[in-house]
Protein backbone atom coordinates (compact mmCIF):
# COMPACT_ATOMS: atom_id res chain seq x y z
CA UNK A 1 0.00 0.00 0.00
CA UNK A 2 3.07 2.24 -0.01
CA UNK A 3 2.74 3.73 -3.32
CA UNK A 4 -1.16 3.84 -3.05
CA UNK A 5 -0.96 6.18 0.50
CA UNK A 6 2.21 8.04 -1.68
CA UNK A 7 -0.01 8.48 -4.53
CA UNK A 8 -3.20 10.16 -2.43
CA UNK A 9 -1.16 12.95 -0.73
CA UNK A 10 0.10 13.39 -3.96
CA UNK A 11 -3.03 13.62 -6.12
CA UNK A 12 -4.88 15.23 -2.91
CA UNK A 13 -1.85 17.98 -2.42
CA UNK A 14 -2.78 18.66 -6.23
CA UNK A 15 -5.92 18.92 -6.31
CA UNK A 16 -5.97 21.33 -3.56
CA UNK A 17 -3.68 23.45 -4.44
CA UNK A 18 -4.30 26.98 -3.78
CA UNK A 19 -5.59 29.46 -7.03
CA UNK A 20 -2.53 31.61 -7.36
CA UNK A 21 -4.75 34.49 -7.13
CA UNK A 22 -6.22 33.86 -3.73
CA UNK A 23 -3.03 35.31 -1.74
CA UNK A 24 -2.53 39.40 -1.98
CA UNK A 25 0.04 39.49 0.78
CA UNK A 26 2.95 37.05 -0.22
CA UNK A 27 3.25 39.06 -3.88
CA UNK A 28 3.65 41.99 -2.11
CA UNK A 29 5.99 40.86 0.54
CA UNK A 30 7.99 39.11 -2.66
CA UNK A 31 7.90 42.67 -4.36
CA UNK A 32 8.90 44.60 -1.24
CA UNK A 33 5.64 46.13 -1.51
CA UNK A 34 4.30 45.26 1.49
CA UNK A 35 4.07 48.09 4.45
CA UNK A 36 5.26 47.19 7.78
CA UNK A 37 2.09 47.32 9.15
CA UNK A 38 1.27 44.37 7.04
CA UNK A 39 4.44 42.13 8.88
CA UNK A 40 3.64 43.38 12.14
CA UNK A 41 0.08 41.84 11.32
CA UNK A 42 1.43 38.54 10.26
CA UNK A 43 3.70 38.65 13.20
CA UNK A 44 1.32 39.54 15.49
CA UNK A 45 -1.12 36.92 14.10
CA UNK A 46 0.69 33.84 14.24
CA UNK A 47 1.29 34.62 18.12
CA UNK A 48 -2.33 33.48 17.99
CA UNK A 49 -2.29 30.80 15.36
CA UNK A 50 0.69 28.70 16.70
CA UNK A 51 -0.55 28.22 19.94
CA UNK A 52 -4.06 27.20 19.00
CA UNK A 53 -2.75 24.47 16.10
CA UNK A 54 -0.27 23.08 18.77
CA UNK A 55 -3.27 22.46 21.39
CA UNK A 56 -5.49 21.50 18.51
CA UNK A 57 -2.14 18.67 17.11
CA UNK A 58 -1.68 17.53 20.99
CA UNK A 59 -5.48 16.40 21.04
CA UNK A 60 -5.33 14.42 17.72
CA UNK A 61 -2.38 12.91 19.21
CA UNK A 62 -3.90 11.75 22.19
CA UNK A 63 -6.71 10.62 20.21
CA UNK A 64 -4.73 8.44 18.15
CA UNK A 65 -3.04 7.15 20.80
CA UNK A 66 -5.20 3.99 20.86
CA UNK A 67 -6.63 3.32 17.83
CA UNK A 68 -4.60 4.90 15.41
CA UNK A 69 -0.69 5.18 16.63
CA UNK A 70 0.20 6.29 13.24
CA UNK A 71 -1.74 9.45 12.97
CA UNK A 72 -0.72 10.34 16.32
CA UNK A 73 3.08 9.74 15.92
CA UNK A 74 2.39 12.62 12.94
CA UNK A 75 0.71 15.00 15.47
CA UNK A 76 3.28 14.50 17.80
CA UNK A 77 5.53 15.54 15.74
CA UNK A 78 3.47 18.57 14.56
CA UNK A 79 2.93 19.71 18.25
CA UNK A 80 6.95 19.74 18.46
CA UNK A 81 7.65 21.56 15.48
CA UNK A 82 4.78 24.10 16.44
CA UNK A 83 6.44 24.60 20.22
CA UNK A 84 9.82 25.53 18.07
CA UNK A 85 8.07 27.71 15.90
CA UNK A 86 6.36 29.49 18.97
CA UNK A 87 10.28 30.33 20.28
CA UNK A 88 11.68 30.92 16.96
CA UNK A 89 8.44 33.74 16.29
CA UNK A 90 9.65 35.78 19.39
CA UNK A 91 12.45 37.30 17.08
CA UNK A 92 10.37 38.38 13.80
CA UNK A 93 8.01 40.05 16.51
CA UNK A 94 10.78 42.01 18.21
CA UNK A 95 11.85 42.62 14.30
CA UNK A 96 9.15 44.67 13.65
CA UNK A 97 9.13 46.45 16.13
CA UNK A 98 6.38 45.28 18.99
CA UNK A 99 7.20 45.14 22.54
CA UNK A 100 5.25 43.08 25.18
CA UNK A 101 2.74 46.13 25.67
CA UNK A 102 1.96 46.42 21.98
CA UNK A 103 1.59 42.57 21.92
CA UNK A 104 -0.75 42.22 24.28
CA UNK A 105 -3.08 45.12 23.07
CA UNK A 106 -3.33 43.64 19.72
CA UNK A 107 -6.80 42.50 18.79
CA UNK A 108 -6.98 39.22 16.39
CA UNK A 109 -8.59 39.94 13.25
CA UNK A 110 -11.34 37.38 12.70
CA UNK A 111 -10.69 36.64 9.09
CA UNK A 112 -7.14 34.87 10.54
CA UNK A 113 -8.07 33.09 13.48
CA UNK A 114 -10.76 31.25 11.56
CA UNK A 115 -8.04 28.95 10.59
CA UNK A 116 -6.63 27.80 13.74
CA UNK A 117 -10.46 27.87 14.95
CA UNK A 118 -11.42 25.38 12.24
CA UNK A 119 -8.49 22.87 13.03
CA UNK A 120 -9.37 23.13 16.21
CA UNK A 121 -12.80 21.49 15.10
CA UNK A 122 -11.22 18.88 13.60
CA UNK A 123 -9.17 18.03 16.51
CA UNK A 124 -12.56 17.36 18.00
CA UNK A 125 -14.69 15.90 15.10
CA UNK A 126 -12.35 14.54 12.71
CA UNK A 127 -10.80 11.56 12.04
CA UNK A 128 -7.03 11.60 12.92
CA UNK A 129 -6.67 9.87 9.70
CA UNK A 130 -8.51 12.15 7.18
CA UNK A 131 -6.55 15.46 9.14
CA UNK A 132 -3.41 13.42 8.60
CA UNK A 133 -4.58 13.60 4.54
CA UNK A 134 -6.53 17.43 4.64
CA UNK A 135 -3.71 18.95 6.64
CA UNK A 136 -0.63 17.44 4.87
CA UNK A 137 -2.21 19.02 1.47
CA UNK A 138 -2.90 22.35 3.06
CA UNK A 139 1.25 22.37 4.67
CA UNK A 140 2.30 22.07 0.87
CA UNK A 141 1.40 25.81 0.18
CA UNK A 142 2.08 27.41 3.40
CA UNK A 143 5.45 25.93 3.02
CA UNK A 144 6.10 27.55 -0.40
CA UNK A 145 5.00 30.86 0.96
CA UNK A 146 7.17 30.79 4.07
CA UNK A 147 9.75 30.32 1.35
CA UNK A 148 9.05 33.28 -0.41
CA UNK A 149 8.84 35.67 2.25
CA UNK A 150 11.85 34.51 4.21
CA UNK A 151 13.95 35.52 1.34
CA UNK A 152 11.56 38.72 0.82
CA UNK A 153 12.64 39.73 4.51
CA UNK A 154 16.28 39.42 3.90
CA UNK A 155 16.52 41.05 0.34
CA UNK A 156 13.62 43.75 0.88
CA UNK A 157 13.47 44.40 4.53
CA UNK A 158 16.53 44.01 6.16
CA UNK A 159 15.91 41.19 8.18
CA UNK A 160 18.58 39.14 9.73
CA UNK A 161 18.81 34.93 9.97
CA UNK A 162 17.36 35.11 13.40
CA UNK A 163 14.23 37.29 12.06
CA UNK A 164 13.71 35.13 9.34
CA UNK A 165 14.26 31.58 11.36
CA UNK A 166 10.20 31.36 11.81
CA UNK A 167 9.64 31.12 8.23
CA UNK A 168 12.82 29.41 7.27
CA UNK A 169 11.52 26.89 9.28
CA UNK A 170 8.52 26.07 7.83
CA UNK A 171 9.99 26.46 4.22
CA UNK A 172 12.35 23.53 5.28
CA UNK A 173 11.69 20.11 3.62
CA UNK A 174 10.87 17.78 6.33
CA UNK A 175 11.28 14.29 5.04
CA UNK A 176 10.96 12.60 8.64
CA UNK A 177 7.24 14.20 8.74
CA UNK A 178 6.87 12.96 5.05
CA UNK A 179 7.44 9.40 5.80
CA UNK A 180 5.43 9.80 8.85
CA UNK A 181 2.36 11.07 7.18
CA UNK A 182 2.37 8.44 4.92
CA UNK A 183 2.59 5.99 7.29
CA UNK A 184 -0.48 7.57 8.74
CA UNK A 185 -2.05 7.45 5.65
CA UNK A 186 -1.74 4.03 4.86
CA UNK A 187 -2.68 2.64 8.31
CA UNK A 188 -5.91 4.93 7.43
CA UNK A 189 -6.56 2.77 4.16
CA UNK A 190 -5.47 -0.16 5.77
CA UNK A 191 -7.91 -0.13 8.85
CA UNK A 192 -10.72 1.61 6.79
CA UNK A 193 -9.93 4.48 8.95
CA UNK A 194 -9.49 7.19 5.98
CA UNK A 195 -12.84 8.60 4.17
CA UNK A 196 -10.89 10.19 1.22
CA UNK A 197 -14.15 12.34 0.19
CA UNK A 198 -14.09 13.85 3.71
CA UNK A 199 -10.71 14.23 3.80
CA UNK A 200 -10.44 16.27 0.87
CA UNK A 201 -13.79 18.29 2.51
CA UNK A 202 -11.11 19.09 5.22
CA UNK A 203 -8.73 20.69 3.14
CA UNK A 204 -10.94 22.55 0.99
CA UNK A 205 -12.20 23.95 4.07
CA UNK A 206 -8.44 24.45 5.45
CA UNK A 207 -7.20 26.37 1.69
CA UNK A 208 -10.23 28.36 1.87
CA UNK A 209 -9.93 29.80 5.56
CA UNK A 210 -6.30 30.17 4.93
CA UNK A 211 -6.92 32.43 1.77
CA UNK A 212 -9.14 34.46 4.29
CA UNK A 213 -6.19 34.70 6.77
CA UNK A 214 -3.81 36.20 4.37
CA UNK A 215 -6.68 38.65 2.91
CA UNK A 216 -7.80 39.75 6.14
CA UNK A 217 -4.15 41.15 6.86
CA UNK A 218 -4.90 43.86 4.38
CA UNK A 219 -8.09 44.94 6.60
CA UNK A 220 -7.76 47.90 8.85
CA UNK A 221 -6.78 47.42 12.29
CA UNK A 222 -9.61 47.16 14.28
Not at 86 to 96: D, G, I, R, S
Amino acid sequence: MTRTARDLLKTTTARLAPDPCSNPVVPRIARGEAPRSVLTALALEQASVIPADRRAFQHLAERGLVADPEAAAFFRMLAEGEALAEEQLEAFVTACGVDAAAAAAYAPRPGCQAYPAYVAWLALNGSPADAVLALTANFSAWGGYCATIATALRRHYGFDDTACAFFDFFAEPSPELDETATAAVRAGLDAGRLTESLAHEYGRLLQHYEAMFWSALLEPTP
